[in-house]
């Protein structure tokens, strides 16, 4: 049975999650169109920079979402006010020293930069292969030890972000559910990395996990309200989304 506690916003992660299987993420675009003008409000949380976010969308026929979250939490997009809201940049800024953070990372070998368009003056980005718990411990220390108050976000086994203390898709999410009044516990969030648990680790919120999940993200949610879907990708969003009650259970 579908859950029937309402849901004013859903909040999903791109690449592995909406995005993935075509097929799937059409069937998306689909149901979502349906719902019509009470649907909840759509956001959009990625590792990836808005302009970048905006051109997989298009490219992958995904709906234009209310509000993007992009480089994992450190951008607030509202197309419809006309861009990135300098407020809560300024509010990541406080206490943060990118280039410290970046000379800490470089002293550390076998970790390689991103390349430039990855990166903005709140994200650090990185590749780090297979980095242990221990190797992410150390790094951390080495940031602490230089008086850099970063938080480190490891993904996919591979992916480094070194961001400010308060930077991550949860604190992205609860932001935007205070600027529009939306409670915790009527948001739906969904993604299959590292980088999204913090979504999943916002109090109330409820999850939907796709089968094709890191590791990494099956652990983070282990004691929380996730739903963990049989389809991956897309198809495993939608799972979700009759799950909790957003897109009906019989579909054409
Ligand atoms: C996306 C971003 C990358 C980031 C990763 C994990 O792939 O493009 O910069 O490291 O997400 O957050």
Same mark, same amino acid.
């Given at each position: 049975?579908?859950?029937?506690?309402?849901?004013a916003?859903?909040?999903?992660?791109l690449?592995?999650?909406?995005l993935?299987l075509?097929?799937?993420s059409?069937?998306?675009?689909r149901?979502?169109?349906?719902?019509?003008?009470?649907?909840p $409000?759509l956001? @959009?949380?990625t590792?990836r920079?808005?302009e970048d976010?905006?051109?997989v969308?298009r490219?992958?026929?995904l709906?234009e979402p209310? @509000?993007?979250i992009?480089?994992?939490?450190? $951008?607030?997009?509202?197309?419809?006010?006309?861009?990135?809201i300098?407020? @809560?940049?300024?509010? =990541?800024?406080?206490?943060?020293?990118?280039?410290?953070?970046?000379e800490?990372?470089?002293s550390?070998?076998?970790?390689?930069?991103?390349?430039?368009?990855?990166q903005?003056e709140?994200?650090?980005?990185w590749?780090w292969h297979?980095?242990?718990p221990?190797?992410?411990d150390?790094?951390?220390?080495?940031?602490?030890e230089?008086?850099?108050?970063?938080?480190?976000? @490891?993904?996919?086994a591979?992916d480094?972000?070194?961001?400010?203390?308060?930077?991550?898709?949860?604190?992205?999410?609860?932001?935007?559910c205070g600027?529009?009044?939306?409670? =915790?516990d009527e948001?739906?969030?969904?993604?299959d990395?590292?980088?999204?648990?913090?979504?999943f680790?916002v109090?109330g919120?409820r999850?939907?996990?796709?089968?094709?999940a890191?590791?990494?993200?099956?652990?983070?949610?282990r004691? =929380?309200?996730?739903?963990?879907a049989r389809?991956e990708?897309?198809a495993g969003?939608?799972e979700? =989304?009759?799950h909790?009650?957003?897109?009906p259970q019989?579909r054409s």
């Open positions: 049975m579908p859950e029937t506690k309402r849901v916003l859903f909040c999903s992660d690449d592995g999650t909406l993935g075509p097929e799937a059409a069937d998306f675009r149901i979502w169109d349906s719902l019509g003008d009470d649907r $409000v956001v @959009y949380s590792g920079l808005v976010a905006m051109r969308i490219a992958g026929g709906p209310d @509000y993007y992009g480089g994992v939490g450190t $951008v607030i997009h509202d197309p419809g006010a006309g861009g990135v300098p407020d @809560y940049a300024e509010a =990541l800024s406080e206490d943060w020293d990118l280039a410290k953070a970046i800490v990372v470089r550390f070998s076998g970790i390689e930069e991103q390349p430039a368009e990855q903005n709140c994200k650090s980005s590749f297979d980095a242990s221990a190797d992410l150390r790094l951390r220390a080495a940031l602490d230089a008086g850099v108050t970063a938080q480190v976000i @490891y993904s996919s591979r480094l972000d070194v961001l400010p203390r308060r930077a991550n898709k949860g604190n992205a999410l609860r932001w935007i600027k529009l009044g939306v409670p =915790l948001a739906v969030v969904a993604g990395t590292g980088n999204d648990s913090s979504m680790q109090e919120v999850g939907i996990v796709p089968a094709n890191e590791p990494e993200l099956i652990e983070a949610v004691d =929380l309200d996730a739903f963990r389809g990708c897309a969003i939608i979700g =989304l009759i909790h009650g957003v897109f019989h």
